[in-house]
Structure formats: C-alpha cells, structure tokens
C-alpha cells in the first residue's frame, strides 16, 4: 500500500497549489480520502475529505471558500486546490485513506506560505 504526495512547496500569499496524492496497493475507489495536516506545534488538522464516490465532501472552517477537495478513481489519485494561501496554511498536508477498520497515511508534502 502506498499514498504517494506531491504538489507542495513554497508560496507567496494569496497564491495557489494543487496537492496530488497518487495511491496504489488497494482498492482506491472504495475509500474515502481525506487531507490533513499538521503545523509545528499544533495537533493534527482535518482539512477536506471526500466520500469514495466523490459526491460527498466537507472541509475545516478555515478552508472553506478556498479550498477544493477532488478525486479520478481512473486514476487512483487524490487533489487538493488550494487557493487564497495565508501564512497560517504553512503545515506539512498529509493523505489519508479510510475504509472500514483500514486507515492509510502518506509521508506528507510541505507546503510553506510566506513572502
């Protein structure tokens, strides 16, 4: 089983990303699929998630307007549009996956925001 990300970096305020996570060793479209992430020192963030159809999605208050969880399950893979950046997004974003009792992390992507 593997959540491969990819996509962060460093960005200027107000800029934007797409964060990608590339899955394999499991059957993908039946997951849900969840973004988090986690700044120094402060706990682990739900971000967005999306239901394994890709019909359902919610995301953390912080984010809504400005972020867009999506997914290809052709493709196997997870996106994160992330628009409007601010400072307090700086965090390094991890991939989930969940079904049932299995639960899948990536190694995370850091995404920095700062002029």
């Known amino acids: 089983v593997q959540l491969v990300e990819s996509g962060g970096g460093l960005v200027q305020p107000g800029g934007s990303l797409r964060l990608s996570c590339a899955a394999s060793g499991f059957s993908f479209s039946n997951y849900a699929m969840s973004w988090y992430r986690q700044a120094p020192g402060k706990e682990h963030e739900l971000v967005a998630a999306?239901?394994?159809?890709?019909?359902?999605?919610n995301y953390a208050d912080s984010v809504k307007g400005r972020f867009t969880i999506s997914r290809d399950n052709a493709k196997n893979t997870v996106f994160l549009q992330m628009n409007s950046l601010e400072p307090e997004d700086t965090a390094v974003y991890y991939c989930?996956?969940?079904?049932?009792?299995?639960?899948?992390w990536g190694q995370g992507t850091q995404v920095t925001v700062s002029s």
């Open positions: 999306i239901g394994s159809a890709g019909g359902s999605t």
């Open positions: 989930n996956a969940r079904y049932g009792l299995g639960i899948y």
